[in-house]
Structures are given as C-alpha cells and as structure tokens.
C-alpha cells in the first residue's frame, strides 16, 4: 500500500510539472485540493488563486518553460503525507538575439497531500529557492528549426495525442 501511496503522489509531482509547462489550467487544477494553498516567493495564497496568475504569467513574461523533478522525500501518516522534492527549472525568452535569455532555477518543492476518497492532491506547497541565475544575448546555437518537431505551450503540444 505505501508503495502505491508513494506513487500516486509522485504522479501528482509530475502533473504539476506538466500543467505548468504546457499552461493547462485543468491538469493544475487537477493536482491542487480545492482548499489548497501555494506559496511561491513572488505570489502567495489559494490554489485557485496560483493558477488563476501564474498562467498568464508565465505567457506574457517567458516563450517556454521547462520544469524537471529530481529526488523526493516522502513520508506517509495515514491519509497525509510531507514530501520534499527537488526541482530545475528553465525559463527563456524569445529567440531573437537581441532579446533572448535563458534562466536556471534550482530548488525544492515542500509538500503536504492529503488523500480524500483514495485521491492523493497537493493540500499545500511552499516554494524553497536554491539558487537563479540569468543568462542573456545569443546562445551561438544555430539550427534549421524546420528540422524538429517543437513543444508548445497549449493543447496543440504533440504529447497531447499521447495523453
């Protein structure tokens, strides 16, 4: 049971990463209690909230982000559960070489699930940075973009006719 119980939350772990990457209201919806809240340094308050301005957010200041989960620390009391889980991120900006940037961040995500109705979901998070760091100008990596098939930041992503 703990096993499956680890995985559950894990999976939530991974459908945060996904929603906030691809700016998918319903999957980070679908991983926040409703009585939840988030904590992420610049923005404080409900779940509901979180999502409601970190969408549009993360539209209007960055062209792409890319979220990746490393070790998590999960500890189960029955129905509840902490988990510490470390995390990368990369934010960038268009890429004109006037304006591009890129933006490392580190840190670790402090969890506490709840399971209601053998549901395992996010009842609140705090945001803990490790460090930022910000790179700008061109990256000197010129490629034939019409030789690879591009994310993008909505439905029309290719990993939506998988899922």
């Not at 939350?9 to 209690?33: F, K, N, T």
């Not at 779940?47 to 500890?75: C, N």
Request: proline share 4%.
């Amino acid at each position: 049971m703990t096993w499956e119980c680890e995985k559950q939350i894990r999976d939530v772990l991974h459908c945060y990463c996904r929603g906030v990457d691809r700016l998918d209201d319903a999957l980070l919806e679908s991983v926040y209690w409703p009585d939840a809240t988030d904590s992420h340094g610049i923005f404080s308050g409900s779940a509901a909230e979180f999502r409601a301005w970190v969408i549009p957010f993360l539209r209007e200041a960055y062209g792409g982000t890319l979220h990746m989960l490393g070790q998590s620390d999960i500890r189960l009391t029955g129905s509840s559960a902490t988990a510490e889980t470390y995390f990368m991120a990369q934010h960038w900006g268009p890429p004109d070489p006037d304006r591009y940037f890129v933006e490392h961040v580190t840190g670790r995500y402090l969890d506490r699930f709840e399971q209601r109705g053998g549901c395992w979901r996010i009842a609140s998070r705090v945001l803990l940075m490790e460090n930022a760091t910000r790179q700008t100008g061109h990256t000197g990596f010129d490629l034939d973009r019409s030789q690879f098939i591009w994310g993008s930041r909505d439905h029309e992503d290719p990993s939506y006719q998988l899922f």
